[in-house]
C-alpha cells in the first residue's frame, strides 16, 4: 500500500503556528496511519514536532501583486524531495476535519478537487481541498512561471488558473457535494437568526471550509462582521473539532 501523503502550506504571517498544529491534530483524528503530515513554509517556528516541515518551494512573485494564492502552485512541482512519491492530499489551514479522510485517498480520479460553490456552471474549483499525483503537473507550474502576467490577466486566483489547466489535461473531477462545505454558504444562519442561533452542522460533511472571514478561531467565542449583518455563535461542533488535542 502506498504512504499517503497530506501537504499543507503555511507563508507570510496570515496564520500563526496554531493553525498548523490544529490541522494536524484533526489529522491524527481522522485518518489512520501510516501517512506523512508535511508543512511547506517560509518558517517553522512554533511547528508541533510531529509535522514535517520542508522549506516552502520558492517562485519569484512581484510584491505588489494582491494575495491570490499564486505560491500554491509551486506544490505543483517535481522538487518537493526525492523522498516523496505518490497520491499527495492538499489542505488549506483554515478547514475544519470532522470526518474520516480515507475516502479522499480511495475516490478514484487522476486529480480531484471541491466545486467551486459560486460557479457551479463553470470550471473552477476551490483549491481548499485538492488531491493530485505528485510531480504529475510540472507542466502547469512552468507555464505559471513562463506566462504569469498573462496568466492573471486570464484568471483572478489561482485555484481558477488549477482548474482550468487540469481541465485542459482531462484530468479534472470534482468531490461529491456533500463532503466538503462551505461555512459561510451551508452552516452560518441568515440574518438576524444568525445573533440568536449556532451555525448548523452540516448533514455528511467531511470538512467544513472557512474560506474568506470568519476563521475557524474567530467563531470559537462568536463573531460579528462588519454592521452586524453577518455573525456566528459559538457551535459546540466547531469547538470539539477546532483543537490540538
Known amino acids: ?58 517562485m519569484q512573485l512581484e510584491r505588489s501583486l494582491p494575495e491570490r494564492g499564486w505560491n500554491k502552485l509551486t506544490i505543483l512541482g517535481n522538487t518537493l524531495g526525492d523522498d516523496l512519491a505518490g497520491q ?29 460553490w459560486g460557479f457551479r456552471d463553470q470550471v473552477i474549483g476551490n483549491s481548499s481541498v485538492f488531491r493530485f499525483q505528485i510531480g504529475e503537473h510540472q507542466d ?35 468531490w461529491d457535494e456533500t463532503w466538503c462545505r462551505s461555512f459561510k454558504r451551508h452552516c452560518m444562519q441568515p440574518f438576524p437568526m444568525c445573533h440568536f442561533v449556532s451555525p448548523k452542522k452540516p448533514e455528511g460533511a467531511k470538512i467544513v471550509i472557512f474560506h474568506g472571514n470568519p476563521n475557524p478561531d474567530a467563531v470559537l467565542s462568536g463573531w460579528v462582521g462588519h454592521y452586524g449583518l453577518r455573525a456566528a455563535k459559538p457551535a459546540d461542533w466547531i469547538t470539539e473539532n477546532w483543537k490540538q488535542g
Request: aromatic share 12%; charged share 20%.
Open 140 to 174: 502547469v507550474l512552468e507555464h505559471f512561471v513562463h506566462h504569469g502576467e498573462e496568466v492573471r490577466q486570464q484568471h483572478r486566483n489561482e485555484q481558477a488558473y488549477l482548474s482550468h489547466s487540469i481541465h485542459r489535461k482531462g484530468m479534472l473531477s470534482y
Open 1 to 58: 500500500m502506498s504512504m499517503k501523503n497530506i501537504f499543507c502550506m503555511k507563508w507570510g504571517t496570515k496564520f500563526p503556528p496554531s493553525y498548523v498544529n490544529i490541522l494536524a491534530a484533526m489529522v491524527r483524528r481522522h485518518l489512520a496511519p501510516p501517512y506523512r503530515f508535511i508543512c511547506f513554509t517560509d518558517n517553522g517556528s512554533g511547528l508541533d514536532p510531529s509535522v514535517e516541515v520542508r522549506p516552502l518551494p520558492k
Open 88 to 116: 499527495a492530499l492538499f489542505l488549506d489551514l483554515d478547514v475544519l476535519i470532522l470526518d474520516d479522510l480515507q475516502p479522499f485517498f480511495d475516490q478514484p480520479g487522476r486529480f480531484l478537487i471541491i466545486k467551486e
